[in-house]
């Protein structure tokens, strides 16, 4: 989660350094500024959301299938059968590049945005709903992981259980879909098709079991999509109006090495 709240951090910085006025002389615009014109000049943008209820349903099932492998043993013994696959196919395959690719759709989401596809939400807006989709993640996937004690098939240590590489993939994959997938579902289908090798590449590692991949999935998709269904109370709360039409508003700051929070409120 460290990488991807620097990740924020970085692309806050360079948005807000990005932008620059008309005129003879071209003046960067203060990351304060930013974020008040992207709150401000789009209210209506969290109205848009597409996370409901029933959205629940497939990632639950996911992670309800990872939690079964700890009691079910015909269930767990698919985890085996996987495992002996991934030995007799390759059985000295190794490689990092599941750690980029689980940042890949997360990185094309902000790509697309510089070179002039826009997505469903303001920039601002949808960092913030990114940076709860971690936080989310990052409590509920690693209190599970330390709670489940599972031996990683390599005999690393006990936090198995479940796949944080994989459920990150999947995190970025449903934030792509989100933003993009109105413009086009394939989108979603490139977003997914990484996660899916993400965690493939996870087993073949040895790294982890099926039963941790299928859970860290529906984890990471369940972050994301609970991100989207609260993010719109929680920035109506931060960025209101009251009764006299006065404003308020708490923005993320970056000053000197350090990140923090800001209060400001029209008087």
């Not at 985890?79 to 000295?92: I, L």
């Not at 997360?106 to 601002?124: H, P, R, S």
């Not at 209190?143 to 599972?150: G, L, Q």
């Amino acid at each position: 989660m460290k990488k991807i709240l620097f990740a924020l951090l970085c692309l806050i910085s360079f948005k807000a350094n990005a932008q620059v006025t008309d005129g003879d002389t071209a003046k960067k615009v203060k990351l304060a500024d930013t974020i008040k014109k992207d709150l401000f000049t789009a209210p209506d943008t969290v109205k848009r959301l597409h996370s409901n209820p029933l959205s629940f349903i497939p990632p639950a099932i996911l992670i309800g299938y990872g939690g079964l492998s700890f009691a079910i043993h015909p269930i767990r013994r698919i985890d085996y059968y996987f495992y002996g696959v991934t030995q007799r196919s390759d059985p000295n395959f190794s490689t990092k590049a599941e750690s980029y690719f689980e940042f890949t759709p997360i990185a094309m989401v902000y790509g697309l945005d510089l070179v002039g596809v826009e997505g469903k939400n303001t920039f601002i807006d949808r960092t913030a709903l990114l940076g709860l989709s971690a936080g989310i993640f990052g409590v509920s996937g690693y209190i599970t992981k330390y709670a489940t004690h599972r031996l990683r098939p390599n005999k690393t240590d006990y936090l198995s259980f479940p796949s944080a590489h994989t459920g990150t993939a999947f995190l970025s994959a449903e934030f792509l879909a989100q933003e993009y997938s109105e413009k086009s579902p394939v989108y979603t289908v490139i977003g997914y098709t990484i996660a899916v090798t993400t965690g493939i590449f996870r087993m073949y590692n040895r790294d982890h079991w099926f039963s941790d991949v299928v859970a860290g999935a529906g984890f990471g998709i369940l972050s994301t999509k609970a991100a989207y269904l609260i993010y719109p109370y929680i920035r109506n709360k931060l960025t209101h109006k009251d009764k006299n039409g006065k404003s308020t508003m708490v923005m993320p700051t970056y000053q000197n090495g350090v990140p923090g929070l800001s209060f400001a409120m029209q008087l």
